[in-house]
């Protein structure tokens, strides 16, 4: 498996657009998380799924932001409209619940790095 | 509810020298333990987790860490650091039962000094 593919690399938008991250996990992984990494305040789980459910998504800042799974193979993290202060990079990870047992790790992708002017 | 608490924002180490990296947890059922290291430009990858058994764990590129319950602490070892261990490193904490939901520090920079 190639891991987790996320998509773009890097993205530069202009205050107001709408922003769309992408993100493929690895395959037959039941669990798909969305980070955000800044300066100020670290890596914050933003939101996260199961099996293409959203589970909790308390760390979603605001309105703006939205996530989606439509399937196991694809989520995407949308913001409308971006602001200056969602400049940060994105990561998205994915892990494996064996028989229930939720103790395996997660494989996070490269991320996205995302600036908003 | 669960939090992990990195103190040391950076840690600067002559290379050859040994390094803790410290982490504390709290929580109010019982969880697994790992840390992360972050490359620049990088995404995180795994060094090593503490799920049950010995509380000393054993990853990758040299590291250990000892999970202590009594203090709930899961500190980071490595006797003698190398230039390319210079890197962000993470701990993080994932409940037992329930839903998996991992909780990761702010993170600790080490700086490997030539």
């Known amino acids: 498996d190639a891991g987790v593919i996320q998509s773009p690399r890097h993205e530069v938008t202009e205050m107001g657009q709408e922003v769309t991250l992408r993100c493929k996990p690895i395959?037959?992984?039941?669990?798909l998380f969305w980070y955000r990494q800044t300066m100020m305040r670290g890596l914050e789980l933003l939101i996260y799924?199961?099996?293409?459910?959203?589970?909790?998504d308390s760390g979603m800042p605001e309105d703006r932001f939205s996530a989606k799974m439509p399937n196991a193979s694809f989520s995407t993290l949308k913001i409308q409209p971006s602001e200056p202060r969602d400049s940060a990079v994105y990561f998205c990870a994915s892990s494996l619940a064996l028989g229930g047992i939720m103790n395996t790790e997660a494989f996070f992708g490269q991320g996205t790095r995302l600036t908003v002017v | 509810a669960q939090s992990v608490t990195q103190l040391d924002s950076q840690v600067p180490v002559f290379e050859e020298a040994p390094v803790e990296l410290r982490c504390n947890y709290s929580?109010?059922?019982?969880?697994?333990l790992f840390w992360y290291v972050q490359y620049p430009n990088q995404g995180l990858q795994l060094l090593l987790k503490?799920?049950?058994?010995?509380?000393l764990v054993k990853g990758i590129n040299g590291f250990e860490a000892e999970f202590n319950k009594s203090q709930t602490s899961f500190h980071l070892r490595k006797p003698s650091v190398h230039i390319s261990d210079t890197a962000e490193y993470f701990c993080a904490v994932s409940q037992i039962k329930g839903y998996q939901k991992v909780t990761f520090g702010t993170g600790t920079k080490l700086q490997v000094i030539p």
């Open positions: 929580s109010s059922v019982s969880v697994y």
């Open positions: 799924f199961n099996n293409n459910v959203p589970i909790d």
């Open positions: 395959s037959g992984h039941d669990y």
């Open positions: 503490y799920l049950s058994g010995s509380t």
